[in-house]
Every structure is written in C-alpha cells, then in structure tokens.
C-alpha cells in the first residue's frame, strides 16, 4: 500500500522558516518525480514545485521561487520541503503528492500538513 | 502562465447527467486529469489523461477534451458526488490547475 505521510507542519511567525518532510512507502522512491501542492483553506489547488528522481530538475511556482527548497532522500524515500522568508499568504495544507509519468497525473497524495504563517 | 477556468458551481438534479468543464487556450493539445476532494481530506484521481478511468472509479465518470474545452462527465448523479473537482494539465515544466468546481446534487 502506497503511503505519504507529512509532517513538520505548524504555526509560524512572518519572515521564518519551517521545513515540511513527507515520509513514503509503498514504492519505489527513486523510480519517480514527486511534488507538493498546497491548498489555503477554503481555497483551490496550487501547484508549488516538483522534483525530478534524482534531485536534477528543480521546479517552482512564481509565488515560491527564491523563497523555497525541494529536495529528497532517496536512501531514506522521503521528500522535503524548506520554505523560508514565510508570508502569511503561505498559510495553507501541504500536500506531497506522487507523480505518475513525465507530465502525468497526481496518483497518490499525503493527508496534508498544515502551515500556518501569523505573528 | 497558462490558465485553467472552471465554474465556481454545478448543480444536478439526482439521477441526472453532471457536466463539469474546465477552459483552457487550445486545451485540446494537452493531457487533461481530474481530481474530485471531499471537504477535510487529500484529492482523489477521478479521471486521468483526458478520458481514463483508475481502478476503483465508478463507470459513471467520463471525460473528454477538445479544443478550447475539457469536460468531466458525471453520470447518474448521487448525493455522495457533492464534493469539489478539480481540472489539471501541464504547462511546460509547471502543473497547472483549475479553480475548482462545486457539485450540487439536487
């Protein structure tokens, strides 16, 4: 059984940082590209950076570049996320979600952690 | 950037035939999934590459994608479909969503 599992979620004064982890299981890690996606509360889907399955293609969101770092473990089949310079407009569910194919679809998802940015 | 319009709500009478659509320029050139999330919990997959179904979708979920326009099709509308779906596609390197649809069951 698949599973992703993130943590590290939590309550976060302006201009900190945090770093998410997301543990997986289920699969073979490094066989493929993973994501995360967060979603405000009571907002929609946004897409926020991928990683390829061996850490070289880095991508991100407008709204995050410069200000986050996706990286991954694949000795340990984790994912990561450091998100630092945190805005009250990051306030949001993380989700690490597994990607299935080069310009695939999400297939399996974590049950998000909650980051929330407020002084 | 590319952007993905959807209506921010649907509504269908019980039974009957839901048809949720996502825009896009020319979005008919590209791979189109949809997700379908219940309030509280992570996303689903409901439809992948325009028109397939994974295992364990009802046969009352379809899609089709063709010029300007993807639509997810929900077929005999049941009270449990009143959720939020979501329209996905890739835009270069980014991954791209749509705004999110409501489904009322009527």
């Known amino acids: 059984e698949v599973q992703l599992v993130a943590s590290g979620g939590g309550l976060v004064q302006p201009g900190r940082s945090l770093r998410l982890s997301c543990a997986t299981s289920?699969?073979?890690?490094?066989?493929?590209?993973m994501h995360w996606v967060r979603q405000a509360p009571g907002k929609g889907l946004e897409w926020v950076s991928s990683?390829?399955?061996?850490?070289?293609?880095?991508v991100y969101a407008d709204s995050v570049k410069g200000r986050f770092t996706i990286s991954r473990d694949n000795a340990k089949n984790s994912l990561y996320l450091q998100m630092n310079s945190l805005r009250a407009e990051d306030t949001a569910f993380y989700y690490c979600?597994?990607?299935?194919?080069?310009?695939?679809?999400?297939?399996?998802w974590g049950q998000g952690a909650l980051v929330t940015v407020s002084s | 950037s590319y952007e993905l319009t959807q209506p921010l709500s649907v509504s269908v009478a019980l039974g009957q035939t839901a048809r949720i659509t996502c825009g896009g320029y020319?979005?008919?050139?590209?791979?189109v999934h949809w997700y379908q999330q219940t309030p509280g919990q992570a996303p689903v997959l409901v439809i992948y590459?325009?028109?397939n179904r994974p295992s364990g979708i009802p046969e009352r979920f379809s899609g089709s994608n063709s010029g300007n326009t993807a639509t997810l099709t929900i077929s005999r509308a049941q009270a449990g479909d009143e959720v939020d779906y979501y329209c996905?596609?890739?835009?270069?390197?980014?991954?791209?969503f749509g705004g999110g649809t409501k489904l009322t069951v009527l």
């Open positions: 590459r325009d028109n």
């Open positions: 996905q596609v890739w835009d270069s390197s980014t991954v791209v």
């Open positions: 020319n979005i008919g050139s590209k791979t």
């Open positions: 289920g699969f073979t890690f490094d066989d493929y590209a």
């Open positions: 979600v597994k990607v299935r194919g080069y310009g695939g679809y999400f297939d399996y």
């Open positions: 990683i390829s399955w061996n850490s070289g293609s880095l």
